[in-house]
């Protein structure tokens, strides 16, 4: 290849000079920048190929090829994450979702491309659909009403107890997935299929379901900042994810809007490609103040994410935010979640949309 280019360089100069760089002097530019050391890449890719073949064997990623995928993600500035991305559409084909069956009404096919499209641009994108009112409030009354666990900085497990709106104990109360699917409306909206082809859609193959979460944000210690996910950081539990966030109370700039780094989603500059957490000082020594956008909305409003990118949630500065997540990745491998339990007692057409993808619910396991 490389001596085509240079053939082409000599015999049409004018011709070629703009658009054909050498693709090895490329990527040994992009090598230094990173300073990506073969050594390091050969022995990551090693150890998340033998991972796999465990992982496809037990059931779980050893934590040394989590570590590996990890690395492997900075090491390359994500593009170890894209060819992966790249295998998937070949392997696991997009299905046609029937989007008149969906919670959100009468969505287009058309209209998942165009959301797709800005997806791939912005890295997120707020939907002006709205997730409906009898709905939010139905969730906001099972949180109230359902235990989940404070964030702490103690290192010994946290109790069960439900969250008390008038006093808060904790900046972030989140509840188990497994105890989320026990709820009728809950199993509904992980098993829609416009969230399901708005993933598929953006990540260019039929993807898997793999986390269910719902969280209560509040003011509190600044300590627990980190914990809960209110400093700037990206996401890399597997190679490919996108994440739908519902707002299930108002939020504005005071309670607490998921803040995003927009186009953060691709290519990261290098000093800033660091698995930890970032001040807003560090992200703004590389970005515009205005690429940094605060997603607010009413109740209802519906989020999708690549949280690839920067990303956090405000810290709160008064009232409260209930927000509800799933996330649909390539596969399992990567961060061990708990499967998620599935109560005998399931709505139809969940049960329906079990059986006809199982790829997509492969982490949903009936007792
Ligand atoms: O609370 C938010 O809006 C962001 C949460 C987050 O970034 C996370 O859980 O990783």
Redesign the pocket.
């Known amino acids: 290849m490389s001596s085509c280019v240079g053939l082409a360089n000599v015999l049409f100069p004018p011709l070629f000079k703009k658009k054909v760089s050498n693709p090895l002097s490329k990527m040994s530019r992009w090598a230094k920048r990173t300073q990506l050391s073969t050594r390091e890449f050969i022995s990551d890719t090693s150890s998340v190929l033998s991972g796999y073949r465990e992982f496809k064997r037990d059931g779980a990623t050893p934590e040394t090829a989590y570590l590996s995928m990890r690395r492997l993600y900075r090491t390359t500035n994500g593009r170890f994450n894209d060819a992966v991305g790249l295998l998937c559409k070949t392997i696991h084909r997009k299905r046609t979702a029937s989007l008149p069956e969906s919670l959100f009404g009468d969505a287009t096919n058309l209209e998942v491309k165009q959301i797709g499209a800005c997806l791939k641009k912005d890295g997120f994108y707020k939907f002006p659909r709205q997730i409906p009112r009898e709905l939010c409030d139905h969730l906001l009354d099972f949180s109230l009403k359902s235990t989940g666990t404070s964030v702490s900085l103690e290192s010994s497990p946290p109790a069960e107890t439900r969250f008390d709106r008038a006093n808060p104990k904790s900046v972030?109360h989140q509840f188990n997935s497994s105890t989320l699917f026990e709820d009728e409306s809950i199993q509904q909206l992980c098993t829609d299929p416009y969230l399901h082809a708005v993933a598929a859609e953006y990540l260019g193959f039929n993807p898997v379901l793999d986390l269910l979460?719902m969280?209560w944000?509040a003011p509190g210690d600044t300590a627990l900042q980190s914990r809960?996910?209110?400093l700037y950081?990206f996401?890399m539990d597997r190679f490919k994810f996108i994440k739908f966030?519902i707002y299930l109370t108002d939020v504005d700039t005071n309670n607490?809007?998921?803040?995003y780094v927009r186009g953060s989603h691709t290519r990261k500059p290098v000093a800033l490609l660091k698995d930890q957490r970032l001040t807003d000082g560090e992200i703004l020594e590389h970005y515009a103040p205005n690429e940094l956008v605060e997603l607010t909305g009413p109740t209802g409003t519906l989020l999708a994410v690549d949280?690839r990118g920067f990303?956090?949630?405000?810290p709160l500065l008064e009232r409260d935010?209930l927000?509800f997540?799933i996330q649909f990745s390539d596969s399992l491998f990567g961060q061990n979640y708990p499967p998620v339990s599935v109560p005998r007692e399931i709505s139809v057409t969940a049960s329906k949309r079990f059986s006809e993808n199982p790829r997509c619910y492969a982490n949903f396991e009936t007792s």
Do not use: N
């Open positions: 972030r979460s969280w944000s809960a996910a209110q950081h996401d966030f607490g809007p998921h803040c949280t990303h956090k949630g405000k935010r927000i997540q």
